[in-house]
């Protein structure tokens, strides 16, 4: 092999790197999800839920959680050979979200991650990507046992605009989550070109 040529005598790609948020509430499968995907180890954050903790921290629906992320998730994949994305996993528990301006600094888009059980936890974070015009996709995490709604309802009930796409998905499973991904690649690129497309026009 030739140095700086792959083996096939093709010029190695220098990758495009993007930044991708995962967002959501508390216990929706944010871990979960970076982990499912990621082709490194993913760097994890997790402290264990205590009793102390029992008052504030809500795990109604996730009784089996046993720990929760206090800073972040960190992970990274390879959706082509020159497309790479970073994925950062924000904690879901309101007392660290000092946590997410940090995170969203040069971010190119976001994941909001939705459970059916508990939507009005994936309230703040729909309006924290509003507010700062970061294009989002809504993933809704489909948990076993969890009643399935139609999407016009799901989307009513976050009150999203009809260009943020709603998808459902499999935290769990690495094919779902890339399917998520791609879609939040794809909305931002949309976007950006929209906004391209105001600006000289
Ligand atoms: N049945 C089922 N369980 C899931 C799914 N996604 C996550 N879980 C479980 O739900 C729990 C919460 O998942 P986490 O990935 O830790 O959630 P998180 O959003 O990172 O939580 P915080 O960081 O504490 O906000 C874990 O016990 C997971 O095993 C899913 O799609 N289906
Ligand atoms: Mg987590």
């Known amino acids: 092999m030739i140095f700086g040529r792959s083996e096939r005598g093709k010029p190695p790609v ?5 930044k991708i948020l995962v967002a959501g509430g508390f216990g929706v ?3 979960t999800l970076v ?19 029992r008052p504030v921290d809500d795990t ?22 020159d497309l790479v994305l970073y994925l950062f996993g924000t904690p879901g528990q309101e007392r660290f979200w000092f946590m997410w301006d940090e995170l969203s600094e040069g971010a190119l888009g976001a994941v909001v991650l939705a459970d059916t059980r508990r939507l009005e936890d994936c309230f ?6 509003e507010r700062r015009a970061i294009p989002f996709v809504v993933g809704v995490n489909c948990f076993e046992g969890s009643a399935r709604y139609p999407e016009d309802a799901v989307r009513g009930a976050l009150d999203l605009d009809d260009d943020v796409p709603l998808v459902l998905c ?4 690495r094919e ?10 794809q ?15």
């Open 176 to 185: 779902s989550v890339k399917e998520v991904l791609v879609g939040v690649v």
């Open 60 to 81: 109604s629906g996730v009784e089996a959680k046993s720990t929760t992320t206090v800073a972040m998730d960190f992970g990274r994949i390879t959706l082509r050979e």
């Open 187 to 201: 909305h931002a690129m949309t976007q950006a070109a929209r906004r391209r497309s105001a600006v000289t026009t």
């Open 35 to 53: 982990g499912a995907v990621s082709e490194i180890r993913p760097l994890r954050t997790e402290e264990l839920l205590t009793e102390a903790g």
């Open 124 to 129: 703040a974070a729909v309006d924290y990507f």
């Open 170 to 173: 499999d935290a769990r499973d």
């Open 14 to 18: 220098e990758p495009v790197t993007l």
């Open 29 to 31: 499968g944010k871990t």
